[in-house]
C-alpha cells in the first residue's frame, strides 16, 4: 500500500492546442479583406445598423437592408476558477473564442449585462478583419435583490441606470455619470472604461426584466389603469403593471441612446416561459401589451427562453385541438408546437434566446422533466433539430444556450441553466473550483474544459498506457505470496519515485487462476477519482465467469461493513459506496448503509433515472467511437478496466479543498453466478470472492485502514485546465451553415417552410 499526497497548486490556462484553428487566427484574418465601409444608415439623423422587421430582424449591410435568421451562441462571462462577476476572461481567450464562434457559421453573441472590456476589444478587433462580422445581442440584466426596500422609485432608477451604463459601453464609453452597477466588477480595467466602440455591430438591446411579481410593485398601481404613453412606446388598454413598467424602461432605453449618442436599434424584452401562454404566470411580462410608436426606428421584437426542462409546453396546437402539434418532419413536436404558438401570439419578430440541452453525466428534475444525461453527439443533435424547428416555425433565429461550460453553476432543485451574471451573487465560489459532471447546469457549453494538462490526464479508453507514465497515482500491487498474507507495502523498493509501479510478474499458476488480480491503482483531479483494475491473465475479463467490485471509504462512517460477497472480510473498512463490476449490461455504483445498499436514482413526477448506472465505452475524443458519457472501458485484449467516477456522485462537494482523511479502497474479483442460481443479476454481490487488495481482506479479521489503498490530496487554489470543441460544436456548425432566411412565406398547412 502507498498514501501519497498530490501536489496541486495549479495554474488555469487554455488549449491553444487544442483550439490550434482558432490559435492562429489573427495571422488568417490579416489576408482577408476588410469591410469596405461601417454597416450603418442614417434616416434624419439617427444612425441606424439593425432593425427590426415583420419577422426577422435586419442589418444594414452593402447599402440596404437585409433579413437576417440569427445565428447565435449565449456567451457567458466565466471560466473554471472564477465566477462571471469576477470577469477574468483574458482579451485574448475572448479572441480565440469569438473566431471559432464565427468558424462555427454563426453571425450574433448573446451575452446577459454590462462584459468586460475584454470582450469588446476582442470584438471590434475581430470585425475590423472578419469578411463576416459577428454581432452582439446585449442582455441589460439586473437583479432586484440588491435594492434597498423593493420600491418602485428605487427599484426604477436603479435599472435606468443600469440601462445607461450598458448602452455607454457600447458606444466605448463607460465614463459616464451613472449609478453604479449592482453587479459586482473586480476588473480595473472595465471600471476605467471599454476604450472599443462596437456600436454598430450591436444587432439589439433585451431588457431582462426583474420577476414577474416585482415588476408590477415597480409600477404604481394607478399606472395599471392610466397605462403608459411614452415618446417611443404605448401600452393596450389592457395592460397590467408589469407591462407598463416595462415600457416604461423600453422608452427610456431608446431614449437615452438616441439623446446621447443619435443611436437607435432593435429593442426587445427577455420572457422565460413557464406554462401555457394564456396563463399570467406563463411569462415575466406579456410583449405583446406593448406597442412601438412612430418615432422608434429601430423597432421592437420579443425574446423567449425555451429550455428542454422548462415545464408546460402546451400538448396541444393552439387552437386547442386535442392533436399533439406534428411539425414539418412528420413527428409529434411540443417544442415545435409552442414555438407555432408563439408566432400565432406576436406581430413581432420572435428570437428564442436561450435553447439547448446538457450534456452532462447526470441529470436535473423538475416537474416531471430530466434535464441531462445526453452525450456531446446527443446534445449536437437535439440542439441542431431545435434549431431547425426555430426555423422552420417562422422565429427570427435564436442563441443555442451556451458557448462554455460553467463549473460555478448549480441547477439546484430547478434544474434550469442560469443565466450570467444574475447567477453570481448566490453561487458558491467553491464550485468554480471543481467540475460536477453530476450537474446539468455545468455542461451546456459546446467548449468544455477538461482539468488537468494533457500529459498527465487519465482517458478511459481503456489503455494502461497513461497509468505507466509518470504521474502522481497511488497503487495496491499483488505479490508472490499466499493468499490470505498482506500484499507488500507499495513503497517498498521505491523510494521517491511518484511514478506508478509497473505491472509485477505472476508465476504461470497465478496468472491461470480466475479473477486473479495485479494491480489496482487511483488518481484524482478536479472532475472526480480515475481507478485502474488489473488481471493477472493475459485475456480481457469474461464477464461470464467473473465479476468485479470495488469498495470506497469516503470516511463519512455512514457506510456498512457488512460486503454481499462470500469469503471477503472488511477488516477496519465501513465502505459508502460499492462499484459491481459486471460487465456492460449489469454495471452499477451503490450507496452502502447500515440497512444495506440501495440505487442512486433520480426521481420526478414518473421520470427516473438511475444515475448510478454504469456506462461502458471509450472517452478519449480522439476516438471515432467516442462517447463523451462514458464510466468505464475495458482492454480490447487483456484483462484490463478503467473508471471514473465523478467527485458529485461519491458526495463530495469540496474536492479542491485539502482531504487529509481522503479515500480508502479496496478492489475484489467474486464468481459470476449464472441465471441458474435464480438471483436477479442485478442484485450486488452474489458469488464467492476469488481474489481481493489487499489480500489481507482475504481471511479474518481483514485489512487495517493502513492496509486499504489510500488516496489523498492537498487541493489546489486554481484548476489546471484545458480547453476542448465538443462534437457538438461541429453538430451546430453544420446546423448553421445550412439555414438560411427563407423567401417564401410561412406556410402553416405543411407544418412549417422547406430548408434551402
Known amino acids: ?78 471560466k473554471p476558477g472564477h465566477l462571471p462577476g469576477e470577469q477574468a476572461v483574458t482579451q485574448e481567450e475572448y479572441a480565440r473564442w469569438l473566431a471559432a464562434i464565427g468558424d462555427m457559421n454563426a453571425n450574433v453573441i448573446q451575452v446577459s449585462g454590462k462584459q468586460p472590456a475584454a470582450l469588446y476589444e476582442a470584438m471590434a478587433a475581430y470585425n475590423k478583419q472578419a469578411k463576416q462580422p459577428l454581432y452582439v445581442l446585449q442582455g441589460i440584466a439586473f437583479s432586484p435583490a440588491g435594492g434597498k426596500s423593493g420600491e418602485g422609485g428605487d427599484l426604477q432608477e436603479r435599472y435606468e441606470a443600469e440601462i445607461a451604463r450598458t448602452i455607454d459601453a457600447l458606444h ?75 415600457a416604461r424602461m423600453l422608452d427610456y432605453a431608446v431614449d437615452y441612446e438616441q439623446r446621447r449618442y443619435a443611436w437607435q436599434r432593435p429593442v426587445g424584452i427577455l420572457t422565460a416561459m413557464r406554462g401555457e401562454l394564456e396563463e399570467e404566470s406563463s411569462a415575466v411580462v406579456d410583449a405583446g401589451a406593448i406597442l412601438p410608436r412612430a418615432a422608434l426606428k429601430g423597432g421592437y421584437f420579443a425574446a423567449v427562453e425555451l429550455f428542454p426542462s422548462h415545464s408546460g409546453l402546451p400538448e396541444t396546437e393552439p387552437g386547442g385541438e386535442a392533436d399533439v402539434f406534428v411539425d414539418h418532419r412528420g413527428e409529434p413536436n411540443r417544442f415545435a408546437g409552442y414555438l407555432r404558438n408563439l408566432r400565432e401570439r406576436y406581430a413581432m419578430p420572435v428570437v428564442i434566446s436561450g435553447f439547448g440541452a446538457s450534456a452532462a453525466r447526470g441529470v436535473s428534475a423538475r416537474d416531471g422533466t430530466i434535464a441531462g444525461y445526453l452525450s456531446e453527439a446527443e446534445q449536437g443533435d437535439y440542439n441542431a433539430a431545435r434549431f431547425e424547428d426555430i426555423y422552420e416555425q417562422g422565429m427570427a433565429g435564436g442563441a443555442v444556450f451556451a458557448w462554455q461550460d460553467s463549473w460555478y453553476a448549480t441547477a439546484g432543485a430547478q434544474g434550469l441553466p442560469p443565466r450570467e451574471p444574475g447567477a453570481a451573487a448566490t453561487a458558491d465560489t467553491s464550485r468554480a473550483m471543481w467540475s460536477d459532471a453530476q450537474d446539468s447546469a455545468q455542461h451546456y457549453g459546446l467548449l468544455g474544459f477538461e482539468p488537468g494538462a494533457a500529459a498527465q490526464r487519465i482517458t478511459v479508453d481503456g489503455a494502461a498506457n497513461e497509468w505507466d507514465n509518470e504521474r502522481e497515482i497511488v497503487s495496491l500491487l499483488a505479490d508472490d505470496k499466499e493468499q490470505g498474507e498482506p500484499a507488500a507495502d507499495a513503497e517498498q523498493g521505491q523510494g521517491d519515485d511518484e511514478s506508478a509501479a509497473a505491472v509485477p510478474q505472476t508465476d504461470e499458476s497465478a496468472q491461470q487462476q480466475p479473477g486473479q488480480l495485479a494491480r489496482l491503482a487511483v488518481v484524482s483531479d478536479a472532475r472526480g477519482l480515475a481507478v485502474l483494475l488489473e488481471g493477472a491473465g493475459e485475456n480481457r475479463w469474461d464477464w461470464e465467469r467473473t465479476h468485479a467490485m470495488i469498495l470506497i471509504d469516503t470516511g463519512s462512517g455512514t457506510g456498512t461493513s457488512e460486503l454481499p460477497v462470500d469469503g471477503a472480510y472488511p477488516g477496519a473498512g465501513v465502505f459508502d459506496y460499492i462499484v459491481d463490476l459486471k460487465g456492460p449490461a449489469h454495471s452499477r455504483l451503490w450507496t452502502a448503509s447500515s440497512d444495506g445498499y440501495e440505487r442512486l436514482v433520480v426521481e420526478a413526477g414518473g421520470a427516473s433515472l438511475e444515475t448510478g448506472r454504469l456506462r461502458f465505452g471509450n472517452a478519449d475524443p480522439e476516438q471515432p467511437y467516442y462517447d463523451s458519457l462514458t464510466d468505464a472501458a475495458e482492454s480490447a485484449d487483456r ?38 442460481s435464480g438471483l436477479p443479476p442485478d442484485a450486488p454481490g452474489q458469488g464467492a470472492v476469488l481474489d481481493m487488495l489487499p489480500r489481507a481482506g482475504l481471511q479474518a479479521p481483514g485489512p487495517s485502514l493502513d492496509e486499504l489503498l489510500h488516496e489523498t490530496w492537498e487541493g489546489w487554489d486554481m484548476p489546471d485546465y484545458e480547453e476542448r470543441l465538443k462534437v457538438s460544436y461541429s453538430r451546430m456548425k453544420e446546423a448553421y451553415g445550412r439555414l438560411y432566411p427563407p423567401l417564401a412565406p410561412l406556410n402553416y398547412a405543411t407544418g412549417g417552410h422547406t430548408t434551402k
Open 172 to 246: 466605448g464609453d463607460d465614463g459616464a455619470d451613472t449609478a453604479a452597477s449592482d453587479a459586482a466588477v473586480s476588473n480595473e480595467a472595465d471600471k476605467a472604461g471599454s476604450g472599443a466602440d462596437v456600436s454598430a455591430y450591436v444587432l439589439g438591446l433585451v431588457l431582462e426584466l426583474p420577476e414577474l411579481e416585482q415588476s408590477r410593485a415597480a409600477a404604481p398601481a394607478s399606472e395599471a389603469n392610466t397605462g403608459f404613453s411614452g415618446r417611443y412606446f404605448d401600452v393596450r388598454d389592457d395592460a397590467g403593471a408589469a407591462e407598463v413598467w416595462a
Open 1 to 78: 500500500m502507498r498514501t501519497r499526497r498530490s501536489k496541486r497548486g495549479l495554474v488555469a490556462g487554455g488549449a491553444l492546442a487544442v483550439l490550434a484553428a482558432a490559435g492562429i487566427w489573427w495571422a488568417w484574418q490579416a489576408a482577408r479583406p476588410a469591410p469596405a465601409e461601417e454597416p450603418v444608415a442614417t434616416e434624419a439623423q439617427t444612425r441606424i445598423s439593425a432593425r427590426a422587421g415583420d419577422r426577422y430582424l435586419e442589418l444594414y449591410q452593402q447599402g440596404g437592408w437585409q433579413e437576417q435568421l440569427l445565428k447565435g451562441v449565449a456567451l457567458g462571462a466565466s
Open 639 to 676: 484483462a484490463l478496466l478503467e473508471l471514473r467516477i465523478p467527485w458529485g456522485l461519491l458526495g463530495i462537494q469540496s474536492p479542491q479543498e485539502p482531504g487529509p482523511e481522503g479515500l480508502r479502497i479496496a478492489a475484489l474479483t467474486y464468481a459470476a453466478l449464472g441465471s441458474e
